[in-house]
Antibody
Framework: QVQLVESGGGVVQPGRSLRLSCAAS????????MHWVRQAPGKGLEWVAL????????YYADSVKGRFTVSRDDSQNTLYLQMNGLRPEDTAVYFC???????????WGQGTLVTVSS | IQLTQSPSSLSASVGDRVTITCRAS??????LAWYQQKPGKAPKLLIY???TLQSGVPSRFSGSGSGTDFTLTISSLQPEDFATYYC??????????FGPGTKVDIK
């Protein structure tokens, strides 16, 4: 069965960096695009980034463009989100999601909490 | 593309028919998904391509619409359906915009 497990969250000071990981299993990772989606405490869902199945195309929300980088390592079945220049407004639970054809978020991880605070 | 949802919240009883509306600021064909999220949990895909039921989702859930106006209907609300529901557009990106959510709670 499909399993997605995020890790790497924690408490970080503003301006610092953090790298999130999403370990995938139960499917052919290299065949699917992957999303990062976040949810600030008590707020709705905000799409963050997408990487195509082969890594050749990436998209970002305006709120993170230039600061966050999505990447993938198909040999490790792992998705990454490198977050630089973190701001308090980046505080959220970050979810990774496997696409269903058409980029629909078919399977989701349990999320990892990132808190940006001094 | 902006998405609005109405209502933002509703109270309903078990067995009620519930309808949630999602409106896009411009036409998005049928490139719309509906998700259910319970507190502390990840979202769950219910409907994709506006009206296609995701595998394993109960048939009491249905979706309809195209262009700018979409609906999610729960034909007979069950206790496990109390949650927040989000629509998402996948037509014009980035971004893959989510709606603000509709919270369904117990009357």
């Amino acid at each position: 069965q499909v399993q997605l497990v995020e890790s790497g969250g924690g408490v970080v000071q503003p301006g610092r960096s953090l790298r999130l990981s999403c370990a995938a299993s139960g499917f052919t990772f290299s065949n699917y695009a992957m999303h990062w989606v976040r949810q600030a405490p008590g707020k709705g869902l905000e799409w963050v980034a997408l990487i195509s199945y082969d890594g050749s195309v990436t998209y970002y929300a305006d709120s993170v463009k230039g600061r966050f980088t999505v990447s993938r390592d198909d040999s490790q079945n792992t998705l990454y989100l490198q977050m630089n220049g973190l701001r308090p407004e980046d505080t959220a639970v970050y979810f990774c999601a496997k696409e269903r054809r058409g980029f629909y978020g078919e399977h989701w991880g349990q999320g990892t909490l990132v808190t940006v605070s001094s | 593309i902006q998405l609005t949802q109405s209502p933002s919240s509703l109270s309903a009883s078990v067995g009620d028919r519930v309808t949630i509306t999602c409106r896009a600021s411009q036409g998005i064909s049928s490139d719309l998904a509906w998700y259910q999220q319970k507190p502390g949990k990840a979202p769950k895909l219910l409907i994709y391509a506006a009206s296609t039921l995701q595998s394993g989702v109960p048939s009491r859930f249905s979706g309809s619409g195209s262009g700018t106006d979409f609906t999610l209907t729960i034909s007979s609300l069950q206790p496990e359906d109390f949650a927040t529901y989000y629509c998402q557009q996948l037509n014009s990106y980035p971004p893959f915009t989510f709606g603000p959510g509709t919270k369904v709670d117990i009357k």
